[in-house]
């Protein structure tokens, strides 16, 4: 870790602690404890995984066990979105989908930031349930929480070399065995950069061979501002995975994708 | 239909007849019946619906029974491709695809043309299955086979008014009612050039609420040879799918995708 990524990541623990010190100051535990939210938006296309082009509301929280490198959404933990996280209920963070979204969507996408470090999440997939919505949720898999067999669509999306990370086997090789157990749906999503990333690769999908599995053409342009401008590395970056993938024997049961909203979007946020 | 296509339809029927003609002549009936087939290729990226970007390998059978303004493989039905359809057993066809594949996938996708008017296709979908591979096929719903409920990613596409077809309702009710019977794992997707076509999808989604329901932007530039060049036309045409679907409260249910294998490959055929 640099000593860049070491201060970022102090930033990102005083967020989780925000949202923490604020439910045992209020003696409030659980459900009923406040999420920290840094953006409500939608409806949108999803661009990524198991559901890609799906319909759906964005719900995105703060605070991150991780500090990747190239991380997409990196104002969720290094402190540079800090002031802008709201801390909500469950029924509030609803309501205001409904306002945004109004009656156009039956989806809610639950994202980070790492989701899985906040237990009260349960009420609001539950909320969102009981109003007909499904609802997916991203996480690296580097936390269990009890919730995760009640998302409908949830993508474990365990970190390889080029982030920076390392990835908790036990950990993870756990949540896998949890939700094989309980018969959920779910998938193992796994962000490509180079070759060493698919080494990576190949060793998750060897270890859960029987889990949908997702390969992700990284990003790796997070300041281009013009979208026309960033589609050809795009789809150079997409052409190299599929190039890298095809021939590849001990990667056959795979699903190559870009993340198709920057196709359209570039970086912005809140699309 | 303009003299046109009522010519383009008549070649296809003769091809069609051919494939039945040689079953007949050499008293083979049933799985045992050549299969007309015009290309074995991959493996390569599902570009399309539900199991987008899955790595598979691609079957592309002769013979249809529409003949759709913007079809993108009209060389199946229109007479182009005569010369270049083999008669071909169901061994030989995976003999084939194990040959260029080799030990690389575990997916066969299979296409047309209309698949479903050959009702020998069963011996084909059994001997992949056999061989520890999951089989998608692609049809407009407007022929039963009893082999639908069979396949592993089911994909029923009926056609909207630009492509100047018209969709029989109580046929297509007949499929998706027996493939909900048999508790089959299947979507609908509808292809949308205009505001007709969103009209006709808004039908069919309120028709079959329950079926998993996937929009595509249709390419109605399928004479370009340069994939860079169509790029913007296809982003365009994708943005403006998106604009069009993610207000509307008629569309919650829905996946709103491009042609993935058009943005990279364009109008290339066998990739």
Redesign the interface.
């Known amino acids: 870790m640099t000593d860049f990524q070491r201060s970022r990541r102090s930033d990102s623990a005083a967020l989780a602690n925000a949202g923490k010190a604020s439910g045992t100051a209020s003696g409030l535990v659980g459900a009923a404890r406040p999420i920290p939210v840094l953006e409500v938006f ?4 999803q661009g990524e995984g198991m ?5 759906t509301m964005f719900v995105r929280t703060a605070g991150c066990d991780y500090s990747c490198s190239w991380c997409d959404s990196a104002f969720t933990w290094d402190g540079s979105g800090k002031d802008d996280i709201r801390l909500l209920s469950a029924a509030a963070i609803i309501e205001e989908l409904e306002k945004i979204g ?6 809610v996408t639950i994202s980070g930031g790492n989701p899985a470090l906040l237990p009260q999440l349960s009420a609001l997939i539950q909320g969102l349930q009981d109003r007909g919505c499904k609802v997916a949720l991203e996480t690296q898999g580097s936390r269990w929480q009890p919730w995760f067999t009640a998302i409908d669509d949830l993508t474990l999306s365990p970190k390889p070399p080029s982030s920076g990370m390392t990835t908790n086997w036990d950990t993870l090789d756990d949540i896998v065995s949890r939700l094989g157990e309980a018969g959920n749906g779910f998938c193992l999503k796994v962000v490509i950069f180079d070759d060493a990333d698919l080494d990576y690769a190949r060793k998750v999908h060897a270890r859960y061979r029987d889990v949908p599995f ?1 390969l992700q053409a990284g990003n790796g342009n997070l300041t281009e501002t013009d979208p ?1 401008a960033m ?2 590395y795009l ?1 150079e970056r ?2 190299w995975l ?1 190039s890298r ?5 001990s ?8 993340q ?1 909203h920057t ?2 979007y570039g970086n912005k946020k809140g699309v």
Do not use: A, C, N, S
Not at 42 to 45: C, D, L, S, Y
Not at 102 to 107: I, P, R, V
Not at 245 to 249: G, K
């Open positions: 939608g409806p949108t296309v559901v890609v082009g799906r319909k109004g009656g156009t969507f039956d989806h997702y026309q589609l050809p789809v997409y052409e599929i993938t095809m021939p590849d024997e990667l056959r049961g795979v699903h190559v994708l870009p198709l196709w359209i």
